[in-house]
Structure formats: structure tokens, C-alpha cells
């Protein structure tokens, strides 16, 4: 057999096309099951505070660890919006009480996003693994792109050899 450099070239371009494409669903995958992580990075888009109130609390029948509890707040412009949240309580660590008075994370460009400062705080690994994920489909996107387009032009220049 004949070893033909432009075959290879071909063979390559195609392989690197089709791995980009392949992973693209794994990093979505993986950005989907950190979706607080979405959360996060818009509220870090510009982000806002403001007081909130805890207004009902509620322990987990099968795991007393595990709180969940209901807060209300009022932004500046005058939307008032009620969100759930939980908490893994550890038995050092008091537990939230109605009346309580919390602080609360939102974005003001998307009114939908918002999240307790605790869980805010706390969500960094969910906000670098959703970012890497975005960025890494992206990434895969323009790889893949680049492939093709050199794998049209290189089909193109094969007419003349």
C-alpha cells in the first residue's frame, strides 16, 4: 500500500471533527447536573442583595439533618418573591426559625435568580464546573467547526491531485 500524507491529513481532520461532536453531549450532561451552577453565574453577572425573611421551616421526616425552609423578600424596585431553600444542618449549627431575618442574592437583569447568601456562598464548585462546561462546548464547537471547514477545503484541493 501506498502511504498518501493527504489521506492521513483527512482521516485526522474527520477523527477530530467527530470526537469534538461526540464529547459536546458530556459536557452538557455534566453542566445540566449542576444547574444551581447556572443559577450562580447570572446572579454573578451582576449581582444584588437584599433582606429577606424566613417564613416557614419544615424538617425532613426521614432525615432530621436536612431543613427546608421558606423565605420572602422585596427587592428595591418593589417585586416581592418567596423561594424554598435547604439546608444540611450539622448538630453544632442551629437551625433557621421563622421571623429570622436572612440575606438574600439576586440578579437584578433577570428577576428570577435568586438564592439565600449560605447557598450562594457555597455554590462556587457548582459555578466553575457549569462554567468549564459551557466553555469546553464551546471550545468543542469551534474545533469542530475548524474541522470541517478544513475538511471541505482540503476535499476542494483534492480535485487537483
Given at each position: 500500500?501506498?502511504?498518501?500524507?493527504?489521506?492521513?491529513?483527512?482521516?485526522?481532520?474527520?477523527?477530530?471533527?467527530?470526537?469534538?461532536?461526540?464529547?459536546?453531549?458530556?459536557?452538557?450532561?455534566?453542566?445540566?447536573?449542576?444547574?444551581?451552577?447556572?443559577?450562580?453565574?447570572?446572579?454573578?453577572?451582576?449581582?444584588?442583595?437584599?433582606?429577606?425573611?424566613?417564613?416557614?421551616?419544615?424538617?425532613?421526616?426521614?432525615?432530621?439533618?436536612?431543613?427546608?425552609?421558606?423565605?420572602?423578600?422585596?427587592?428595591p424596585?418593589g417585586?416581592?418573591?418567596?423561594g424554598?431553600?435547604?439546608?444540611?444542618?450539622?448538630?453544632?449549627?442551629?437551625?433557621?426559625s421563622?421571623?429570622?431575618?436572612?440575606?438574600?442574592?439576586?440578579s437584578?437583569?433577570?428577576s428570577?435568580?435568586?438564592v439565600?447568601?449560605?447557598?450562594?456562598?457555597?455554590?462556587?464548585?457548582?459555578?466553575?464546573?457549569?462554567?468549564?462546561?459551557?466553555?469546553?462546548?464551546?471550545v468543542?464547537?469551534?474545533?469542530?467547526?475548524?474541522?470541517?471547514?478544513?475538511?471541505?477545503?482540503?476535499?476542494?484541493?483534492?480535485?487537483?491531485?
Amino acid at each position: 500500500m501506498v502511504y498518501y500524507p493527504r489521506e492521513e491529513q483527512r482521516d485526522f481532520l474527520f477523527t477530530l471533527s467527530s470526537l469534538s461532536i461526540w464529547m459536546i453531549p458530556a459536557f452538557a450532561f455534566i453542566a445540566f447536573l449542576v444547574q444551581s451552577g447556572a443559577s450562580i453565574a447570572v446572579i454573578k453577572l451582576w449581582p444584588a442583595s437584599a433582606e429577606g425573611v424566613v417564613t416557614a421551616v419544615t424538617t425532613m421526616k426521614n432525615n432530621s439533618s436536612v431543613e427546608l425552609y421558606e423565605y420572602s423578600f422585596s427587592t428595591p424596585s418593589g417585586h416581592t418573591f418567596i423561594g424554598t431553600a435547604e439546608q444540611y444542618q450539622q448538630p453544632a449549627q442551629a437551625g433557621h426559625s421563622v421571623g429570622q431575618s436572612i440575606e438574600i442574592m439576586y440578579s437584578p437583569l433577570h428577576s428570577g435568580f435568586y438564592v439565600p447568601r449560605e447557598i450562594y456562598e457555597g455554590s462556587r464548585i457548582n459555578f466553575l464546573v457549569f462554567s468549564f462546561c459551557i466553555l469546553a462546548i464551546f471550545v468543542l464547537l469551534a474545533v469542530s467547526l475548524y474541522a470541517l471547514i478544513r475538511q471541505c477545503s482540503h476535499a476542494r484541493e483534492d480535485l487537483h491531485y
